[in-house]
């Protein structure tokens, strides 16, 4: 503890200046930084200080009074500082400054932690801010929110589930009752009063304490509440979610109140410097007159849209006659001239200076504008891919910047399915509403968060439908296709999560009828109940009666040309894991270059196939397996040439009988019974087969060259279908690239013993047809013993393929089908950061695929080195492959581009990590020649 207290704890930042900069985003969080860095180019912003994120660890650790003792005259310090720019005095009964705390951290986590405003009222203050505003309702009104807020944050008073009601609002409702009135607005002075006296009755009746009349109370109260949210349960799921580490913690930011609630001259609202859903480089957002801070995104007042051209669009979208927008709805350009002269102004101003599209926060408090937040603003996978195109071309960024500024993970959204073109023109359209963040879902609709949970578990596909959503639906949101809301605008919460999230929605449609309590949806009279379907389109706002069919996507325009750029810079190819010609073809239309994984036994699943497969797992000798297999032969060589031929002129890794042979016989009596039937045996000698084949451990059991060990026709028939297949596509002018993989390899004998049979049959099939083809023989690296020695497998493999799925069960010793049941528990404890079936291990298992490429190389230098286990489509796995000097990465077809955008990025973070260090190299250097220098005068001097 020593050491922090000569530690600073808290940053002032106001007129222009500031103790934090943007470079200080893990001390002052991204909130706090932003705030430091517009005083420092001049944008107007509400005076105030940050509390670092460091005091938040150090309240996880020692609690709320050793902290507050230690930041106590740091805080007091920078209150002073706020009083003396704001002209006021916090506490002051006559001038009273009112202050704001909002969390912030590190990584933007839009919602998710609490906040407090108007902090600073009591009753005696509320009278003077109303003499000093001339405005008796709107200091009454701020007081009202402040209770409410301060009640539900601070004082725990919010129910903990969102089916209760919150017990402020229930209060709200009876008095609307009461005066026979609808809206907050229709409330009086009177009304306010009484409801602030209503409200601190209740406060008193839940706590057991009056209402805190201390600002100081009020303002340690509401920055611990701050450190408290960083801990709630909705903010550790979206921490998960983002991989956000909890040691991060939230900086806590206090500024002087600006008020949008002063009247018709005020307001508040949020904007974008692009457009956060499609990227197209137009300035957008939504304001509403006379309203605070959390009125906009809380989705219960309609929002106006600041630009003219915005507020035409969104009319047209929501059915509004012209007269009824200008008179009714009219833009910030069109309200506030001067206002939205000065915002455009500030908002090119924050991109240039930030070179990334801004989602901005501000205020307009009678007539003057304040800025209250600025940060990278979160875009779907499209916009990201838009804007970093913009920038490149807009000569903004540089092409490897722009590479940067591309999160590989988040291609995915458009790599999945949209509407089939055809469909959705037969499709009825039910209503239409904002397109709030693109995409195509369909889904039977449910009206609850967790219910969408439940639907998801049993199998079934949801679109969640709220009239609103809150920070409370994000696990339901997040299992969703979709989500559908009847009110808010798009930068509601449903909307801004969504796109974060990459998932479609349509947000504020308006004509939506929705009835939690009875399960419904109506729409113009028809009603659709729970379990209903429907479909939605993210991209135009429609939402479908219906199931509707979809397609693939297709790489073009900016995400084409992303793709080109991240290969002008990768140097690892980037193949895919397919085995069938559509998955072929898939991948390969997504830019993979060869396949890196055919699993050979997928294809004996099918139709007459499995038949065969049986018939040669039942024979009791070789002979009968042999005949079985020569039945086997016509159809893999069927599939070889097919996968070939999407693939020709590419490489294509075959993988040899890879599973144990369990796998193919059934287990329950009734299939069991048909299979005696089809084969013409008694049920009693399948079932003796079954159990003959039953393994304790089949994972490590008699599966991967063990088979082709054991029973080498096996490998023989699958060697001559590959060669067979080649050379038959050869005489059809087509080029096949067959790269044979042996599984499993754990001792150099085994390969040995698989090679000599691939390449004897080769031979055989070679003078058969007198005609050759190029062709290589290679293993998996997948056991650790064959990472081990390396070396030795090298001397007869030509390519290694690591097969990390098994090198990681093996290595740490979690069975791959079973650890589900426990790695919950273990990220729970922290054991674990992340599941390593996903994510490699790079301390652990990464030794092993290292040592094996380098061994493998020790003994042949051209080695073709891949990786072909789920990790060859994770970014930060496959930049871990670029770092051991891998060829290739494999990856399922839908992966493919995100690979080949990480293989990019790999080349780009490594040159900028070796330019850094170079630089740190000669800074030493240098200084050791200066110190040289200096010795040596000092010598001469002498
Ligand atoms: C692996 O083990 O990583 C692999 C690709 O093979 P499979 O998943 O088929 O065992
Ligand atoms: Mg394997």
């Keep these: 503890m020593a050491k922090e207290k000569t530690r600073k704890s808290v940053y002032t930042f106001g007129n222009k200046k500031a103790e934090g900069d943007a470079s200080m985003k893990n001390l002052l969080g991204g909130k706090g930084a932003n705030l430091a860095e517009m005083n420092l180019i001049g944008v107007p912003v509400p005076p105030g200080f940050t509390i670092t994120t460091e005091v938040c660890t150090d309240y996880n650790k020692y609690g709320r009074e050793k902290v507050v003792e230690m930041i106590r005259p740091e805080v007091e310090a920078a209150v002073k500082y706020v009083e003396k720019i704001m002209g006021s005095g916090f506490g002051d009964k006559k001038n009273p400054l009112l202050l704001s705390v909002r969390s912030g951290a590190r990584a933007s986590m839009p919602g998710m932690m609490d906040t407090v405003l108007n902090l600073g009222l009591n009753d005696e203050a509320v009278e003077s801010i109303a003499k000093k505003s001339g405005n008796e309702r709107f200091a009454w009104d701020s007081y009202r929110r402040f209770v409410q807020m301060f009640g539900d944050v601070v ?90 580490p909890a040691e991060w913690g939230t900086a806590v930011n206090v500024q002087a109140m600006v008020f949008g609630n002063m009247g018709q001259n005020s307001g508040t609202g949020v904007a974008f410097t692009r457009d956060a859903a499609t990227g197209e480089d137009i300035f957008n957002g939504e304001y509403l007159i006379d309203a605070q801070g959390e009125d906009v995104v809380a989705g219960i007042r309609t929002p ?153 578990e049993k199998g079934h596909k949801v679109v969640l439908v709220r009239i609103e959503t809150s920070p409370e639906d994000l696990k339901g949101m997040n299992v969703a296709e979709g989500i559908l809301t009847a009110r808010g605008g798009m930068t509601s919460h449903a909307a801004v999560v969504a796109r974060g999230m990459g998932k479609c929605c349509v947000s504020g449609a308006g004509n939506l009828k929705i009835d939690y309590k009875a399960r419904t949806l109506t729409i113009d009279g028809v009603k659709h109940k729970e379990g209903d379907w429907i479909s939605l389109n993210g991209s135009t706002g429609e939402v479908y009666d219906g199931k509707i ?103 294509v890794t075959v993988r040899l009988l890879d599973p144990p042979l369990h796998e193919f016989v059934p287990h329950e009596e009734a299939n069991q019974k048909e299979m005696a039937k089809e084969m013409g045996i008694s049920v009693e000698e399948v079932k003796q087969k079954v159990h003959d084949l039953a393994e304790f451990n089949p994972m490590l059991g008699h599966r991967g060259c063990r088979l082709g060990n054991t029973y080498p026709e096996i490998s023989e028939m699958q060697a001559r279908a590959i060669i067979e297949a080649a050379l038959n596509l050869k005489k059809k002018g087509i080029k096949a690239i067959p790269e044979i993989m042996i599984p499993l390899t754990g001792t150099l004998e085994e390969m040995k013993l698989q090679e000599k049979i691939v390449r004897e049959t080769a031979e055989k099939v070679f003078a058969e047809r007198k005609e050759k083809i190029d062709y290589l023989v290679g293993t998996m690296i997948e056991i650790p013993r064959a990472a081990l020695i390396a070396d030795r497998i090298a001397e007869s493999a030509e ?130 020649k200066d110190e040289g220098k200096g010795k040596k005068a000092a010598k001469k001097k002498k």
């Excluded at 699993?599 to 005949?627: P, S, V, Y």
């Design 304 to 456: 106006q849209q600041i630009t003219k051209e915005g507020s035409k669009r969104w009319a047209k979208l929501a059915n509004v006659s012209e007269k009824e927008r200008a008179s009714k709805y009219p833009s910030l350009e069109e309200a506030m001239p001067a206002i939205y002269k000065e915002l455009l102004d500030i908002q090119q101003k924050l991109e240039d200076h930030y070179r990334d599209m801004q989602d901005l926060e501000f205020t307009i408090q009678d007539g003057k504008l304040w800025m209250l937040q600025t940060r990278n603003g979160k875009r779907t996978g499209a916009a990201m891919v838009k804007i970093a195109m913009d920038m490149l071309k807009q000569g903004i960024l540089t092409e490897k910047e722009a590479l940067l500024r591309c999160e590989p993970a988040k291609l995915d959204e458009l790599l999945h399915p949209v509407f089939d073109p055809t469909a959705v023109t037969k499709a009825k359209v039910l209503a239409k509403g904002l397109p709030a963040s693109p995409g195509a879902a369909t889904g039977q609709v449910v009206f609850h968060a967790d219910e969408a949970e439940k639907w998801v």
């Design 155 to 244: 004082l725990g008073m919010k129910p903990a589930s969102k089916e209760d009601i919150d017990p402020f609002e229930e209060i709200m409702e009876h008095m609307k009752e009461e005066k026979g009135i609808h809206l907050d607005t229709e409330f009086t002075v009177a009304d306010l009063k009484e409801l602030v006296k209503r409200f601190k009755k209740a406060v008193k009746k839940v706590t057991g304490h009056d209402f805190p009349t201390d600002p100081w109370e009020q303002l340690w109260g509401s920055v611990m509440a701050v450190f408290d949210s960083w801990m709630n349960e909705r903010a550790v799921y979206y921490r998960k979610l983002n991989n956000i």
């Design 799 to 928: 390519f290694f393929s690591f097969g990390t799925n098994d090198l990681t069960q093996m290595t740490f010793g979690y069975s791959r089908d079973d650890a589900g049941k426990f790695l919950p528990v273990y990220y729970e404890k922290g054991i674990l950061k992340h599941d390593p079936f996903q994510i490699l291990d790079q301390e652990g298992v990464g030794q092993l695929v290292r040592m094996g490429v380098e061994r493998g190389r020790s003994t042949r230098p051209n080695l073709k080195v891949g990786i072909c286990g789920e990790h060859g489509g994770e970014p930060s796995s496959v930049e871990f492959c670029h770092s051991v000097g891998m060829n290739y990465v494999s990856c399922s077809p839908y992966r493919v581009p995100i690979a080949r955008l990480a293989a990019a990025q790999a080349v780009i973070k490594e040159e900028a990590a070796l330019a850094k260090s170079k630089k740190t190299e000669t800074k030493a250097k240098k200084s050791k």
């Design 549 to 651: 069919e979809t397609r693939d996507p297709e790489l073009s325009g900016d995400f084409g040309k992303l793709m080109k750029l991240a290969d002008k810079y990768s140097r690892m190819l980037v193949r895919t894991n397919a085995d069938t010609p559509r998955d072929s073809q898939v991948a390969r239309n997504f830019g993979a270059k060869g396949i890196g994984l055919c699993r050979t036994e997928h294809m004996f699943f099918e139709g007459d196939r499995i038949k065969a497969m049986r018939e040669m797992i039942l024979a009791n000798d070789e002979e009968g397996r042999r005949k079985a297999l020569k039945k086997l032969l016509p159809i893999q060589r069927a599939d070889f040439e097919g996968i070939f031929e999407a693939m020709q002129d590419l490489p």
